[in-house]
């Protein structure tokens, strides 16, 4: 096991939904030096122990200012914002960052996935081919869709609440994902590699995974943890090219978030890309990644939070 090494990280978008569990995992090692950049108009707060700077993105004094002396730079931002990177590589390269992280945190940018979902995975290669442009290196991290994260939005096609699921057939592959907590230490374990082992890393993916699992054992995951039998709950089966057909109609016309259930159904089918677990097994021994995620655990926290919310 290799020794770590404390850094200066800026992260941006520190407080959202992926952002929040990367800080926290970075501040656990104790080793890092973490700033939270952020904009002027939010209301994100941040644990003590993080430097926080705010200030406005089109302010390039800003962001050199608050990026000069970082050794790495991450963007966590949000779907819509995505864009926003643009200035903030700009300034990393005037700061003289070496590394940059950029909104990735989805699908497998080299698999077939990619150029199928060209919104969702293939327009984030613009930002990749600007940090290099600029002389930085990327590292994207490659999480597929979050495990947790997917289960309580009802995106594995299971409604936990209302004990229904549709199974998708012809879509029984395992793919992998990952659980927001572990991508989170994912990125505080990459980032605290030392430089030698960090740079094999330079302008290339880093595959994280917590489970190679298909949609019928996340079902019976959720039977499990909720005491019920697969009889208490609405189980329907429907050919998985035929939802494809419904989605893609529902985009047509004007509803895009049909378009989130082809891109789940398609990670489900074989050969799709969704699997990448020899790259994830490969990453996982070189960042000291340990499988100590158990699966019911992880339903059941979701089950948790589904019903203290209502
Ligand atoms: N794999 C998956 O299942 C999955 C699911 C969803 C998203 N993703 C990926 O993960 C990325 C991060 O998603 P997330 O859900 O963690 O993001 P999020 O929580 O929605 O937002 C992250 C941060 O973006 C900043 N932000 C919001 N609006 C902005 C704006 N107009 N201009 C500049 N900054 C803005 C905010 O930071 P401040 O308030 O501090 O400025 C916010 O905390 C996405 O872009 C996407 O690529 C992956």
């Known amino acids: 096991m290799s020794t770590k090494q404390g850094r200066k990280i800026a992260i941006v978008g520190g407080s959202g939904s992926i952002g929040s569990h990367t800080l926290s995992a970075l501040l656990k090692t104790n080793i890092h030096t973490v700033t939270a950049i952020s904009r002027s108009e939010s209301n994100a707060t941040f644990p003590a122990g993080v ?3 705010k200030g406005d993105y089109s302010d390039e004094s800003f962001l050199v ?3 000069e002396g970082q050794d790495i730079l991450i963007l966590q931002l949000g779907i819509f914002s995505v864009d926003q990177q643009t200035p903030l590589i700009r300034a990393a390269a005037k700061a003289g960052v070496p590394y940059v992280l950029p909104t990735e945190f989805g699908s497998d940018p080299y698999s077939p996935l990619a150029k199928n979902f060209p919104m969702l995975i293939e327009r984030k290669k613009k930002y990749r081919d600007l940090v290099e442009e600029l002389g930085l290196s990327w590292i ?3 999480n597929n869709p979050w495990f947790d994260w997917s289960l309580k939005h009802g995106n594995w096609g299971i409604n936990i609440k209302e004990k229904k699921a549709t199974l998708y057939k012809g879509a029984e592959g395992k793919l992998n994902t990952t659980t927001q907590r572990k991508v989170g230490e994912g990125v505080s374990k990459l980032l605290s590699l030392p430089d030698a082992e960090l740079e094999t890393f330079k302008n290339k993916p880093v595959y994280l995974s917590s489970f190679e699992i298909n949609q019928r054992e996340v079902l ?3 039977i499990r943890v909720t005491g019920t039998k697969e009889s208490d709950w609405k189980v329907v089966v429907r050919d998985a090219d035929e939802v494809i057909a419904e989605a893609r109609k529902e985009v047509a016309q004007g ?3 049909a378009h989130i259930m082809e891109f789940y159904i398609t990670h489900m089918k074989e050969s ?5 677990q020899a790259k994830a097994t490969k990453d996982a021994e070189v960042l000291g990644l340990k499988d100590e995620e158990d699966l019911d655990d992880v339903v059941k926290a979701v089950v948790d939070d589904i019903t203290t919310e209502n």
């Open 220 to 222: 019976d995951s959720a």
């Open 51 to 53: 430097i926080v700077k």
């Open 140 to 142: 994207a991290v490659v």
């Open 65 to 67: 200012s608050a990026l």
């Open 255 to 257: 509803n895009h978030m």
């Open 272 to 276: 799709s890309g969704g699997n990448y």
